[in-house]
C-alpha cells in the first residue's frame, strides 16, 4: 500500500530509451536526471541504472 510505486528510486534503461522519454513518463526534468546522475551528454546506456533522488 506504499505510494513509492508510482515513481520509483531507480530506473534501469532499456533498448529504445531517451533522457527525453524518461523525464516525460517520470515527471523529472532532463537537466535535474542528468544532475542526479552526473551524466554529461544525453548519451545513455542500455542496462544503466538512473536515480530519480539525490542519496542523502
Not at 532499456?14 to 554529461?40: A, R, V
Not at 544525453?42 to 542496462?47: M, T, V, Y
Amino acid at each position: 500500500k506504499s505510494e513509492d510505486s508510482a515513481k520509483p528510486n531507480k530506473y534501469k534503461v532499456k533498448p529504445g530509451d531517451t533522457l527525453t522519454k524518461i523525464s516525460k513518463k517520470y515527471g523529472i526534468s532532463i537537466d535535474e536526471l542528468k544532475d542526479i546522475n552526473q551524466i554529461t551528454s544525453s548519451d545513455i546506456q542500455i542496462g544503466s541504472i538512473l536515480r530519480f533522488q539525490r542519496n542523502n
